[in-house]
Every structure is written in C-alpha cells, then in structure tokens.
C-alpha cells in the first residue's frame, strides 16, 4: 500500500477524473495527468483508482491482497516477495475487450487449503462512446498488451496458508464481471468478465485448488459486485466438476451499489454522470450481461436490477461478507453530488445524509457485514483498512469472526448457507447508526488539500457547511453536547 502508518484523506474529496475528450484534442488529453503515484497510493483515497489506470495500480492492489489474506487466517510472519506471475489464459478465446488474451497473476504454491482470488475493480463502460473513451484514457482496464509479465508484493506478510498463493485478476472487460460475448467483425469489443473468472478458475483447478477446502472470492468496487454476481457460478461450476470439498464464499467490498434517484438528473453522457439504473440497463444489454440464475428468475425481463447488492443478495446460495463505506464516493458520484471541498447546500448534505440511512436500510438482512459511517470508497485495498472499526472491532477481527461461524455452520449442517450463528465474542452485523459521514473516529483522516493540515470531524463537517445548531436540534439535544459527541469522536 506504500507508505507509513495511517493514510489520509486529501480534499477535494472527489476523484480526479480524465474526462472524455473530442478526437482531435489527444494531446491536450495526456497533459491532464492525474496525481503522482505515490501521492496517489500513500493519500488514502483510492477512488481515483478507478478512474485512471497507471502502471502501478496493480502493485498496490497486489499488496492489499496479501494484507487481506494474511489478516483472514493465523499468523507465521514470513517474508513473501517473490514475484507473482501473469499467465494468460489457455484458452484463447476468452479475452479482454480488444481481443487480447486475459490472464491473472499468481504465485504458486503447494499446499495450500485456503485460497483468495481478488477481482479488480475500475468502473464499467456502457456503449460505444463511453467504451471508446475508455479506450482511450484507460486502456490496461480494457487491454492486457501492456501488462507486466511479473508483479512484486512487498513486505513481512504473515499468513497461516502454508505460504499461501496469492491471486489476483486484473479487470479487462468492463462489464462488472458479467459479460460473455466475444468481439466480433460487427462489435469492436468483447466483454467476457464472467468467463474470464470461470476460466481462471479451471485453470487453478490444475495448481492446486483442486485441494482446497476454501476459495474466497473478494472483489473491491466493481469487483465487489463482480463478486455478488459471480461467487454461486463459481460454487456451482466447482461442485458440477465433482470439487465438493471446496466451500466457496464471497467478499464483497464497496459494490453494494443503490439504484437510487440522483441528486439532479443529468443525461447520460458518461460513466460518471449517468444513474445507475440508466447505466446498468444500457451495459447489460450492451455486454450481454448475465446474472446468478436464480436472481434472474426473480427479476425475468429486469436482470438489471441483479446488479444491485440488495436486489441480489438475498437470491445468492453462497455465503458473502460485505464490507461497504455508508457514504461511499462512487454512489455519490453517480448521484451527481460531487464534493469539490466547498461547503454543500443544505439539499445536498440532507441527500448525503438520506444516502447513509438507505444504506442502512439495505443491509439489515445481510448476516455478515462492516459498514462505518465514512466517507471514502474501497476498504480492502487501502494501506489503513484494518485500522478501521465499527462497534470498536476492526474488518480482520471481523472477517475472523465469520471464518469461525462459517466454519462452526458446516458442523452443525445449516440449511442456509447465509444463517451464521453466532460465535462467542463474535459480532457479525457491524454497522455504524451515527448519522453523518465520518461521524466514526476511525474513519480515514480527512486533510485540506490547502494546507495539507489533518482536519478535526468537526472541521471537516464545518467545511461541508454543517450547522451545529439545525442538527442539535434536529437530534433533540444541546448543541454543546452534540459538539462534545463530536468532538469525542462518539
């Protein structure tokens, strides 16, 4: 994740986008460089991420992935930096959207029993336009021509995996992880995502998975939902293949997206500015999008809606933890609130604090899950992500939690694999019932980009317009104590 200790938040707390330029104007576009990579990776915010590829995106994320899976299982402290290895897919044709062969990366190793296959996240594209765009100014999310052969993660790693292999898909097909249409002489791209995991995953079928007794499937920001729309294809298509002994779950890290109305409509042009409902709707038609089977049947003629976590969730045999930020930027910006770091209207901070109580709503039935009340996106990929707590327990000792439960169901043989009972000293519903963003003390350190001060709750909540006396008395209690509980971090 790169540097030291805890990461921050930098305002303006919206990404730096590359938007869509005409033709002509190519090289005015490579003049608008996104922030240097360091600032980039060591700055908490990984939003940014996924909107503009850089080399060394997957660096960091190859880092985090070994952070994750360390935090998953016991520790033996041991130094993992042998490179991982791009292996393009044998079969050649399941591709990236250009037609160029897609692969993962991998180290391999013998033994292991517990396995985590990571899908990368980076946003979508819906038509030709936003597809060319894309192509344009994001071409690793759609090409694997300039994929290094090899990736380093670096760093004291401590896993119990029995050197545990690491696995990591980069995203190439732009389509959420749901499409299974090859290019052709009439369509410029392919959109295989959902393929490409079915393929990986035969493939590790020959490196030792066969063996395993735990495949995880985590994913973060499109990923996420990759993961809710894909992690039954991939019980199923294990089980079908007579690999009964590999239970398969999901991790499903800032996808759990809102078919929500938008602050203000906008049409749709771009990625960024279309609702969600709009932009899935166009991209499913356009990848030939598919959905978990028994979803479909719920939704038939509407598959759309399988996109969205809690539309989904509940038709999915698997077990899924889902781990999702209350006040998430990419919700935000598709919603068409954009937080430039001038202070808001009072319409827009009553719509950022409407979002957190939807949210909310959404996952009172989800049996394993951490959601803070924080403003950021991705939790697994950033450098601070187990400094995070919810009910004074980080996402590790969360994630530990559900491991033992999941562990304990098959021992009792539950008949759902979602009904987790409880572990003692277990909590497994972790979400924050504060009810504005960043009202967690442990949410990322937010600075002013200014000055690159750290700001205080109450100066950030200041600095967005937050008006003490309205809130206090919108709580029913004394503007000193709510100052007090802010100032506390309670």
């Known amino acids: 994740g790169g540097g030291e200790g805890r990461t921050s938040n930098k305002f303006p707390l919206h990404p730096q986008l590359i938007r869509p330029e005409p033709k002509g104007n190519r090289v005015q576009q490579q003049q608008q460089t996104p922030p240097p990579y360091r600032e980039r990776v060591e700055g908490a915010e990984s939003f940014p991420l996924d909107f503009t590829a850089v080399e060394g995106n997957m660096d960091n994320f190859v880092v985090q992935i070994k952070n994750l899976a360390q935090s998953l299982y016991p520790c033996s402290a041991q130094k993992l930096d042998q490179d991982m290895k791009l292996h393009f897919l044998k079969n050649v044709s399941v591709t990236c959207n250009d037609g160029s062969p897609a692969g993962y990366y991998i180290k391999e190793s013998k033994g292991s029993k517990r396995w985590l296959l990571f899908l990368e996240g980076g946003w979508y594209c819906f038509d030709s336009q936003t597809c060319e765009s894309r192509y344009e100014t994001m071409r690793r999310l759609m090409s694997s021509t300039k994929w290094p052969l090899t990736r380093t993660g670096t760093g004291p790693t401590c896993l119990s995996l029995s050197r545990a292999p690491h696995r990591f898909i980069p995203y190439c097909s732009s389509d959420v992880w749901s499409g299974a249409t090859p290019k052709t002489d009439q369509s410029d791209y392919a959109f295989m995502g959902s393929l490409i995991i079915k393929e990986v995953v035969n493939e590790l079928l020959t490196k030792g998975l066969e063996n395993a007794k735990v495949l995880l499937l985590a994913g973060s920001s499109a990923g996420g939902t990759g993961v809710l729309l894909n992690v039954d294809q991939v019980a199923e298509q294990l089980e079908t293949q007579g690999y009964t002994g590999v239970q398969v779950r999901g991790l499903a890290d800032s996808g759990w997206f809102l078919d929500n109305k938008q602050y203000k409509f906008t049409d749709c042009l771009d990625t960024i500015s279309c609702a969600p409902t709009e932009a899935i709707k166009r991209g499913i038609r356009y990848w030939g999008g598919l959905v978990p089977e028994s979803c479909r049947q719920a939704h038939v003629g509407e598959e759309w809606n399988c996109f969205f976590g809690y539309k989904v969730y509940p038709t999915l045999k698997s077990p899924v933890f889902v781990a999702q930020w209350l006040f998430d930027e990419a919700q935000l910006t598709v ?151 802010l100032n506390n971090g309670n």
């Open 335 to 485: 919603d068409n609130i954009h937080l430039t770091g001038q202070p808001i209207h009072e319409g827009q901070w009553r719509y950022i604090q409407k979002l957190g109580q939807e949210l909310r709503l959404t996952l009172r039935d989800v049996t394993a899950m951490f959601a803070p009340a924080c403003l950021s996106h991705e939790l697994i990929t950033r450098a601070d992500w187990t400094d995070i707590r919810v009910k004074g327990i980080s996402l590790p000792r969360a994630l530990h939690c559900w491991d033992r439960s999941l562990h304990h169901n098959l021992h009792i043989n539950s008949s759902h694999s979602h009904v987790t009972p409880p572990v003692r000293g277990c909590l497994l519903q972790l979400i924050d019932s504060c009810p504005w963003p960043h009202c967690n003390p442990s949410c990322p350190t937010i600075r002013d980009q200014l000055t690159g001060q750290e700001m205080s709750v109450i100066q950030f909540l200041k600095h967005m317009g937050f008006d003490v006396q309205k809130m206090a008395q919108q709580q029913g209690m004394e503007p000193k104590k709510l100052l007090g509980m």
